[in-house]
């Protein structure tokens, strides 16, 4: 049952800040304004510089918004620990329900954010390499992972950006959690802390006939989710770290490309 307390709420809130002012857990921020486009740019060189100037600042913001969930659901986990059920749901319910739901979903939409990105801003810089090039994305709705090879794949760096991709949403994320985000989306997800789901499951077997099981789901406690949580992080940290080399790379081999061509003029 949920307390219904004003007092008791505020108390919380005031313990929550607490905690979470005394207790760092040291996550790393992403950087801003590290691409070093000159300030003086061809036109035609305009959406490279926009897209790399959107989007490393989108994707850093992306990454430090996780971290402050992560540094948040810390501290709510810490004052769970000595809650009664009905407590916690009150608090669950109040405080902590949407951001665990933002943090467990945020691993899936970042490495998309990272896909689309990497195609776009590779794209335009392919322009550099190619005298007959073609504005031949795809269009955004249809833009994936296969396409982002496409665009990046004659980079150096991007097979680094690549390989520290595949730690975001990871498997090893997704089995040990449930498979929330998709389940969140498609279907009805585990609880948060308190509660049981998933009490039928239909299966289909490979001789093709169909079984009904019954049983239930455990919650996701905030204990078992922050050790993965904080693992995500490190993979998204990484991915940046690739990210940043990849554009750092393409900017450095368009303006030089550029200066030559003037130079000739």
């Known amino acids: 049952m949920k307390i219904e307390n004003k007092d008791f709420l505020v108390r919380m809130y005031q313990a929550y800040l607490s905690e979470r002012e005394d207790n760092d857990i040291g996550l790393p921020c992403m950087p801003y304004s590290w691409a070093g486009i000159p300030e003086t740019i061809d036109s035609a060189w305009m959406a490279f510089a926009e897209f790399i ?98 665009m990046g794949s004659r980079w150096e760096s991007f097979g680094y950006f690549k390989k520290s991709l595949s730690g975001v949403n990871n498997e090893n994320y997704t089995d040990k959690l449930l498979n929330y985000r998709n389940k969140f989306n498609h279907r009805f997800p585990p609880l948060i802390e308190l509660g049981l789901s998933g009490f039928v499951t239909r299966v289909k077997a490979e001789d093709g006939k169909v079984r009904y099981g019954f049983g239930y789901t455990d919650p996701i406690l905030i204990s078992d989710a922050l050790p993965m949580l904080i693992e995500q992080h490190a993979s998204m940290s990484q991915c940046f770290d690739a990210f940043k080399s990849l554009v750092t790379e393409q900017v450095h081999h368009v303006f030089k490309t550029e200066k030559q061509k003037s130079g000739v003029r």
């Not at 945020?106 to 504005?135: C, E, G, L, T």
Request: glycine residues 2%; proline residues 2%; hydrophobic residues 35%.
């Open 53 to 150: 100037k959107e989007y490393s600042s989108e994707l850093a913001n992306e990454v430090n918004s996780f971290r402050t969930y992560i540094q948040n659901l810390s501290a709510w986990g810490r004052i769970l620990e000595g809650c009664t059920d009905n407590e916690k749901f009150s608090i669950l319910s109040e405080f902590v329900e949407p951001m665990a739901i933002c943090a467990l979903n945020h691993p899936y939409s970042v490495r998309s954010r990272f896909i689309y990105a990497v195609s776009h801003i590779s794209h335009q810089a392919n322009k550099s390499k190619d005298d007959d090039w073609k504005d031949d994305i795809k269009t955004d709705a249809s833009i994936n992972f296969n396409e982002m090879k496409r």
